[in-house]
């Protein structure tokens, strides 16, 4: 068979059913005859950030993939390949790449060499006979310890070459690894003894999916749960035990616990330092579970390390926690304190979340959003600068995998291909992005792939016609040249390209037009709600 009739059918028994992808990448077609559906974007970086949130809604069990031309469409998707690494999320990459004898040649993109050290492995196809080979390799890869982008370049001249029949390939196997047994009796002496503990984690628990155990962990010795924002939703946030989630903005209890803690369990996350991400307090006894063994101190000191899958770790932990504590601790006392520091904060916050004001306040338009969607049927994902730092703190995330947090390389315009990557791996669900006017700016021809590639998700955008937060940064500019200033009619825009849009300024026509977007994702349209707001940039950060 030829080699991408070839290609098609390993990804087919590897139970992908989605492609997305942009032209020429003879792949699509192939793809198309093995029933794989793509998804035609009209950027490479959007079509990442797709395959990466079907990685993600599935806890990494369907792999999303995306293909490209050689030369511009893959130097194009680079972004998106850097922000799958800094978010360790598994997503096969298939680059076609330049004819073999001129793949080394300057100035020829070679996908394979330059996409390295933004992967997890990089491999170019050189020779037909070996392709199941490089395949039963880079799905191990994907399936396998702390996910990352696997690079398959395929060279243009490779098309034609036949792969011999019988197609000799299994879909691979996926394992789990587990701590050291000495290792896991240290910690759970730790936490059984420790005056105030607090449990920090991340998205590996949803790649484990070990949303049960840390629950029952959290509840067993009545210790505070505060989550990444990759990590968010892993515990319920309506939890009297919830802290909430960080990055840099953050609900007051999370800052609050962690700096009185004794002792800090981060359970399947890296604890990298960002300034989007919670600054761990220094002088702590920090317990770090991890799939990577390169995260151990590698920004954090470590004094117990967890090497393995979360939910090993935490089954194991919880078996040798039960042998001295046989009943759930008594949490009243510690819920009283979370619950009095969150009343506290949000009676600071509230009058911007039900603020009257025209334009209408962010927050106002997000705790509206909040307590009119079905929160339990609802995938939501934040964009990079204002939208992540007005919805994180107080988006109340109760199921898991129904908020998708991100940070590290925040790359603008990055929730919309999340929001339809959701959608498309979870049809069922309502799907939204929130974003603001200069996200859109960088993503926003891709509203036309939702309502092409019939993907009704509900969008969200804060418009404020300026890049306000960088309005403190930039007060010479601003004033001399308005370079902060940014505007568009974007409900129009959406209409334009066929969804429904509509642009809100009025407080009391906040709820009934997010009703009625609702019911147009329903019929099948995607859907654009445009809300005019003010320039506000005060977030909650740690110490207000």
């Known amino acids: ?119 997890k492995s990089s491999e170019p196809i050189i020779l037909a006979a070996e392709v199941a080979n490089i395949f039963r390799r880079a799905f191990t890869r994907l399936k396998n310890g702390r996910g990352g982008p696997v690079i398959v370049e395929i060279p243009s001249d490779m098309w034609n070459e036949e792969v011999p029949e019988p197609l000799s390939y299994t879909p691979v196997l996926r394992t789990r690894y587990g701590a050291d047994p000495v290792h896991v ?203 992540r730092d007005q919805l994180s703190p107080f988006w109340k995330a109760v199921t898991p995998l129904s908020y998708l947090g991100w940070g590290k390389t925040t790359q603008l315009g990055y929730g919309l291909g999340l929001a339809m990557g959701a959608k498309l791996a979870k049809p069922d669900k309502l799907c939204i992005n929130v974003w603001g006017d200069a996200a859109i700016g960088f993503t926003g021809m891709d509203f036309e792939t939702a309502v092409r590639e019939r993907i009704p998700i509900m969008s969200i955008l804060l418009n404020n016609f300026s890049m306000a937060i960088e309005l403190k940064v930039m007060p010479i500019s601003t004033e001399k040249y308005r370079s902060t200033d940014i505007s568009g009619d974007y409900a129009a825009m959406a209409r334009a390209f066929g969804g429904y849009g509509e642009r809100v300024t009025r407080p009391e026509d906040i709820v009934p037009a997010i009703k009625r977007g609702i019911q147009k994702t329903r019929e099948g349209v995607p859907v654009l709600l445009e809300f005019i707001t003010s320039k506000e940039t005060e977030v909650s950060r740690p110490g207000t």
């Open 1 to 119: 068979m030829k080699l991408g009739t070839a290609i098609a059918e390993i990804m087919r028994r590897e139970g992908i059913e989605i492609l997305c992808g942009y032209p020429v990448n003879h792949l699509i077609e192939h793809a198309a005859k093995a029933e794989i559906r793509p998804v035609m974007v009209r950027q490479e970086r959007v079509g990442l950030h797709m395959a990466d949130a079907i990685s993600r809604v599935t806890s990494g069990r369907t792999i999303g993939a995306f293909c490209m031309q050689h030369g511009p469409g893959a130097e194009n998707a680079m972004g998106g390949v850097a922000q799958c690494f800094g978010e360790s999320v598994p997503v096969l990459v298939l680059p076609m790449g330049y004819q073999r004898r001129l793949a080394h040649i300057e100035p020829n993109f070679n996908s394979s060499e330059a996409m390295k050290p933004f992967a």
């Open 185 to 387: 009796k240290e910690a759970a002496s730790l936490l059984v003894s420790a005056k105030r503990p607090v449990i920090y984690a991340g998205q590996g628990v949803h790649y484990a999916q070990a949303w049960p155990q840390l629950k029952r962990l959290a509840e067993r010795l009545a210790i505070p749960v505060a989550t990444s924002l990759g990590g968010k939703s892993s515990f319920p946030e309506t939890h009297p035990l919830s802290l909430g989630s960080g990055g840099l903005a953050v609900p007051r209890a999370v800052p609050k616990f962690l700096e009185e803690a004794d002792v800090i369990f981060g359970i399947g996350c890296s604890f990298t330092e960002t300034s989007f991400g919670i600054a761990m307090p220094k002088g702590k006894a920090i317990i770090h579970s991890t799939l990577d063994p390169n995260h151990l101190n590698k920004d954090v000191e470590v004094g117990i390390g967890l090497v393995g899958d979360a939910g090993l770790v935490l089954d194991a932990l919880l078996e040798e926690v039960n042998k001295t504590v046989t009943a759930d601790r008594d949490a009243s006392a510690v819920a009283a304190e979370i619950a009095a520091s969150h009343k506290e904060w949000l009676a600071k916050w509230m009058p911007k979340l039900t603020s009257k004001d025209a334009p209408l306040n962010p927050y106002r338009v997000l705790w509206d959003l909040q307590h009119t969607v079905d929160i339990d049927n609802t995938i939501i994902t934040h964009d990079a600068g204002s939208p």
